[in-house]
């Protein structure tokens, strides 16, 4: 989960100068919001240990998950 993430993904928008895609808004959310970053990959890896053999829940990787959120962002931006 990312708080204030529409102010996040706004500034990135307004940080970056020519292409304005999904993964230029991904590498520039790395670079910008290491602690974010941080924060979701150690929610997955917590999720994942937690899960009890053989049930199934499905939950897409960190990278997947953001790059898909900025997607709908961009999306919904337009």
Do not use: C, V
């Not at 910008?32 to 997955?44: A, H, M, V």
């Amino acid at each position: 989960m990312i708080y204030n993430k529409e102010e996040k993904f706004q500034h990135i928008f307004e940080s970056l100068k020519d292409q304005k895609t999904a993964q230029s808004m991904f590498n520039k959310f790395l670079e910008t919001y290491p602690e974010d970053w941080k924060l979701l990959k150690t929610t997955f890896s917590k999720f994942k240990r937690s899960k009890q053999f053989g049930n199934s829940i499905p939950l897409s990787q960190p990278e997947q998950a953001l790059k898909k959120e900025l997607l709908i962002w961009l999306q919904h931006k337009k």
